[in-house]
């Protein structure tokens, strides 16, 4: 299957699934808008009220400065993926639940190895801790790391710069450093293909002497 029939087929999974207890109130699923031809990947936590009306991710006034930070940083959510952990609306906006995060946890990851990201950017507490544990968003966010081969970075909620106008400048910021966080993890992704491409074996002779491939670490 193509990357755009996975998405397709993802899209129309959720609309129907039954893994969790939030289906029993689901209006719309939100499975999540974009292009699968995309170096970044933005993943919220759940729905809100006007997702589940509108089966669109961040809408509203959220929306509307993700739309903007997406601008400072040279994007249009046309040239982007954007999802959340778990794709029907908790209700009251709650938390999502483990036992919620895990049912949604098959769709997540077919988006993710569908569109092969060089940069996930995770919006919120909840989506951070799906990628780094422990981790304290008021310490960490704007900064990379690695997760499973693949470029993280933590990053406020649009929603909480508009709750506390003291981190809207922060937000900001840390959105302008995005094309600068892409071009390190397409080099350091090259660099991991180039390390296992010169430290294969080659084929046809006696390679017992030969050390183990080693792949380049990135954690």
């Known amino acids: 299957m193509t990357p755009e029939e996975i998405l397709k087929e993802v899209a129309e999974q959720t609309r129907v699934c039954t893994r969790c207890p939030l289906h029993l109130s689901r209006k719309n699923a939100v499975p999540g808008v974009g292009t699968p031809n995309t170096q970044i990947m933005f993943i919220g936590e759940g729905p809100g009220f006007h997702e589940n009306e509108q089966g669109l991710p961040f809408v509203g006034a959220a929306g509307n400065f993700l739309d903007e930070l997406l601008s400072d940083a040279g994007f249009t959510r046309e040239e982007v993926f954007i999802t959340n952990v778990v794709k029907c609306r908790p209700p009251g906006n709650r938390d999502p639940e483990p036992e919620e995060l895990n049912a ?22 909840v989506s951070m801790g799906y990628f780094i544990d422990k981790g304290k968003i008021s310490s960490i966010h704007g900064r990379d790391f690695w997760s499973h081969g693949r470029m993280v970075v933590a990053m406020y909620h649009p929603a909480a710069a508009l709750h506390q106008p003291s981190l809207r400048s922060v937000v900001k910021e840390d959105f302008k450093k995005l094309p600068f966080l892409i071009d390190k993890a397409q080099a350091a992704r090259q660099a991991t293909a180039e390390s296992q491409a010169t430290s294969a074996k080659p084929q046809g002779e006696d390679t017992e002497d030969f050390d183990k491939p080693e792949q380049l670490s990135l954690f």
């Open 104 to 125: 949604c946890k098959i769709y997540l990851e077919r988006q993710i190895a569908a569109i092969n990201p060089d940069v996930i950017v995770t919006l919120g507490r």
